[in-house]
């Protein structure tokens, strides 16, 4: 049967079960303090005989204080030989749950960060962040006196997963929900299969290919992507190349300078037909420019878009309402790590996300706490007031800081409402990358290496001005280079960078990020940066080092001591 007779009854299933788990957080929330209480007992019983519990006592614990007490606060390098070894088979480590995927994000080093991932969690993650958006766009549809129409999005994600040696695979945790619908994904999206589930390592242009085959499409009603930075810089490859795309769907081609590989772009100018009329209407709206928002005018019936962009990504959703407008709602996703998902919001256009009090239990350790503070539970917590997050997930980490800062912004019944403020030790995040202190001494450390040189100083500017974003490394160096070797050591900083953070090679290749760019510095330049801080009255001996050009005041610094 054709998707689109199809289509409407996916998107009836798929508003009932947003809706419904709406429900179910209602009534979580309603009894979270009961809720986490018993999570918690329930977690420690199931676990005793574990490797872990067995070490750290679990069956000690019959409470929340008891936990408090006697397990103690941990990181990821207490768990990491755990989880190797879980990858190659072994069970009863740090959790007797059903382990079946793994999930993967940027350690501190080059080595990636594997983490465990229980069928419960994974079955949350499912239901709340694949399910959840959809309910919300109900919602949101419902107040206007609506349904929410059938649903065929331009989707920007790239799905892709690995064997373990032990059988289970592994992925990042956004990747899950679409690999287990991957039978019905066709339904509810433009992309054709080759480009939603790529080849491994394929060289192909992305940008491309997704706006290709939605452009095609009048029936697009949603945008979805990971991180809005994807979106923006897509419609800003659409803005430049506009022509290109009319000329490809008035003709049914695919324009020879786009790069993929030749077996691929058989299988997709198979899908392809001539589109005059359509490419007429696209060329018309096109050629009255982009200063009026170009999403609602080339596809009337698209309603709400996803995608992370708070934070550091927020300057990103600001720039995209230039094509989607000022009126189209955006779900934000929510808040998760590699971990887990911990919150989601419950409303369009929220920057508050409620805390799931049934994927984990939540602890909240005040900001500048002396050591051997008791971190607070969620009843406990002051609205405005900013947290370490501490997570016990259900999948064997227990008490884990994840080094993110929240902040309380209300409460959801007893649930608490959060944002994400920033990452402890964090330096730089243009697209999710997030590259902390220890990774970013060790990446640059690795360079310099390479290129045998000796550098005074060194800095990198996140210039989010661009689209896509990228990355700008100023160094001061002990040798004198000429501008042409900028080039170089662009390339060999680009290099070190990828294989530094796991997450930066994808997104450059995703185009969510851009190329990244050294720039090399006036001999004596910090020497004259501290000079002009003890001028402003800073104690020098105090004065640390700059990592990261975060202010107005240092980018005109260091940009006007550039060597030109």
Same mark, same amino acid.
């Given at each position: 049967?054709? =998707?689109?007779?199809?289509?409407?009854?996916?998107?009836?299933?798929?508003?009932?079960?947003?809706?419904?788990?709406?429900?179910?957080?209602?009534?979580? +929330?309603?009894?979270?303090?009961?809720?986490?209480?018993?999570?918690l007992?329930?977690?420690?019983?199931?676990n005793? +005989?574990?490797?872990?519990g067995?070490?750290?006592?679990?069956?000690?614990?019959?409470?929340?204080?008891?936990?408090?007490? %006697?397990?103690?606060?941990?990181?990821?390098e207490?768990?990491?030989?755990?989880v190797?070894?879980?990858?190659?088979?072994e069970?009863?480590l740090? =959790?007797n749950?059903?382990?079946?995927?793994?999930?993967?994000?940027?350690?501190?080093?080059?080595?990636?960060k594997?983490v465990?991932? +229980?069928?419960?969690?994974?079955?949350?993650?499912?239901?709340?962040s694949?399910s959840?958006?959809?309910?919300?766009?109900?919602?949101?549809?419902?107040?206007k006196?609506?349904f929410?129409?059938?649903?065929?999005?331009?989707?920007?994600?790239?799905?892709?997963?690995r064997?373990?040696?032990?059988?289970?695979?592994?992925?990042?945790?956004?990747?899950?929900?679409?690999?287990?619908l991957k039978?019905?994904?066709?339904?509810?999206?433009?992309?054709?299969?080759?480009?939603m #589930?790529?080849?491994?390592?394929v060289?192909?242009? !992305?940008?491309?290919?997704?706006?290709?085959?939605?452009?095609?499409?009048?029936?697009?009603?949603?945008?979805?992507?990971?991180?809005?930075?994807?979106?923006?810089?897509?419609?800003?490859?659409?803005?430049?190349?506009?022509? !290109? %795309?009319?000329?490809?769907?008035? =003709?049914?081609?695919?324009?020879?300078?786009?790069? !993929?590989?030749?077996?691929?772009?058989?299988?997709?100018?198979?899908?392809?037909?001539?589109?005059?009329?359509?490419?007429?209407?696209?060329?018309?709206? %096109?050629?009255?420019?982009?200063?009026?928002?170009?999403?609602p005018?080339i596809?009337?019936?698209?309603g709400?878009l996803?995608?992370?962009?708070?934070?550091?990504?927020? /300057?990103?959703? $600001?720039?995209?309402?230039?094509?989607i407008?000022?009126?189209?709602?955006? /779900?934000?996703?929510?808040? $998760? $790590?590699?971990?887990?998902?911990?919150?989601v919001?419950?409303?369009?256009?929220?920057?508050?996300?409620?805390?799931?009090?049934?994927?984990?239990?939540?602890?909240?350790?005040?900001?500048?706490?002396?050591?051997?503070?008791?971190?607070?539970?969620?009843?406990?917590?002051?609205?405005?007031?900013?947290?370490?997050?501490?997570?016990?997930?259900?999948?064997?980490?227990?008490?884990?800081?994840?080094?993110?800062?929240?902040?309380v912004?209300?409460?959801?019944?007893? +649930?608490?409402?959060?944002?994400?403020?920033?990452?402890?030790?964090?330096?730089a995040?243009?697209?999710g990358?997030?590259?902390?202190?220890?990774?970013?001494?060790?990446?640059?450390?690795? #360079?310099?290496?390479?290129?045998?040189?000796? %550098?005074?100083?060194?800095?990198?500017?996140?210039?989010?001005?661009?689209?896509?974003?990228?990355?700008?490394?100023?160094?001061e160096?002990?040798?004198?280079?000429?501008?042409?070797?900028?080039?170089?050591?662009?390339?060999k900083?680009?290099?070190?960078l990828?294989?530094?953070?796991?997450?930066?090679g994808?997104?450059?290749?995703?185009?969510?990020?851009? /190329?990244?760019?050294?720039?090399?510095?006036?001999?004596?330049t910090?020497?004259?940066?501290?000079?002009?801080?003890?001028?402003?009255?800073?104690?020098l001996?105090?004065?640390k080092?700059?990592?990261?050009?975060?202010?107005?005041?240092?980018?005109?610094?260091?940009?006007?001591?550039?060597?030109?």
């Amino acid at each position: 049967m054709s =998707t689109k007779f199809l289509r409407p009854l996916f998107t009836l299933i798929g508003a009932g079960l947003g809706v419904s788990e709406h429900i179910k957080l209602y009534f979580y +929330s309603v009894n979270a303090n009961k809720k986490q209480e018993k999570l918690l007992k329930k977690l420690m019983r199931q676990n005793k +005989s574990t490797l872990y519990g067995k070490e750290k006592g679990f069956e000690k614990v019959k409470s929340v204080e008891d936990y408090q007490q %006697f397990i103690p606060l941990s990181k990821y390098e207490d768990y990491e030989d755990y989880v190797w070894r879980m990858a190659n088979g072994e069970k009863g480590l740090i =959790t007797n749950r059903w382990i079946r995927r793994f999930t993967e994000s940027s350690g501190s080093t080059g080595r990636s960060k594997l983490v465990p991932l +229980s069928g419960s969690a994974e079955w949350n993650c499912q239901c709340f962040s694949f399910s959840a958006p959809v309910g919300c766009a109900v919602k949101y549809f419902k107040r206007k006196g609506k349904f929410l129409p059938p649903q065929r999005g331009m989707l920007t994600a790239e799905i892709s997963a690995r064997k373990l040696p032990g059988g289970a695979t592994v992925s990042c945790l956004s990747s899950i929900p679409l690999l287990n619908l991957k039978p019905i994904v066709r339904f509810f999206t433009s992309s054709p299969m080759e480009v939603m #589930f790529p080849e491994n390592d394929v060289d192909m242009n !992305m940008h491309y290919v997704k706006l290709r085959f939605a452009l095609q499409d009048e029936d697009i009603s949603y945008l979805g992507t990971i991180f809005i930075t994807t979106l923006e810089s897509m419609f800003f490859y659409l803005e430049n190349n506009w022509e !290109m %795309f009319c000329k490809d769907i008035e =003709t049914g081609t695919i324009d020879e300078s786009i790069v !993929m590989p030749e077996h691929i772009r058989k299988k997709l100018l198979k899908k392809l037909k001539p589109q005059p009329k359509r490419a007429a209407f696209l060329r018309g709206e %096109f050629e009255k420019g982009f200063d009026d928002p170009i999403i609602p005018r080339i596809w009337k019936n698209c309603g709400w878009l996803y995608g992370m962009g708070t934070g550091a990504l927020s /300057h990103y959703a $600001a720039r995209l309402r230039r094509y989607i407008g000022p009126e189209m709602p955006i /779900h934000y996703l929510g808040y $998760a $790590a590699t971990e887990a998902l911990m919150a989601v919001p419950v409303e369009l256009d929220s920057f508050e996300y409620v805390i799931l009090p049934h994927n984990g239990f939540f602890e909240f350790l005040p900001l500048d706490a002396p050591e051997g503070t008791r971190p607070l539970t969620i009843s406990e917590l002051k609205v405005g007031e900013e947290y370490e997050l501490i997570l016990t997930n259900l999948s064997g980490f227990y008490r884990y800081r994840i080094e993110d800062v929240v902040k309380v912004t209300g409460y959801y019944h007893q +649930s608490p409402k959060i944002t994400f403020c920033y990452r402890l030790n964090q330096i730089a995040n243009i697209s999710g990358e997030k590259i902390n202190q220890l990774a970013f001494d060790e990446i640059v450390g690795n #360079f310099a290496e390479e290129m045998k040189e000796l %550098f005074v100083g060194y800095s990198i500017y996140p210039d989010r001005t661009t689209s896509p974003g990228h990355y700008v490394l100023f160094i001061e160096t002990k040798n004198q280079h000429s501008k042409e070797e900028e080039k170089l050591y662009s390339e060999k900083f680009e290099e070190a960078l990828c294989k530094g953070n796991v997450s930066v090679g994808p997104l450059i290749k995703s185009g969510a990020l851009g /190329h990244c760019e050294v720039r090399f510095l006036k001999p004596g330049t910090y020497d004259d940066y501290r000079q002009m801080l003890k001028e402003n009255g800073a104690n020098l001996n105090q004065i640390k080092p700059v990592k990261v050009i975060n202010s107005e005041e240092r980018k005109d610094f260091f940009f006007s001591h550039v060597i030109e």
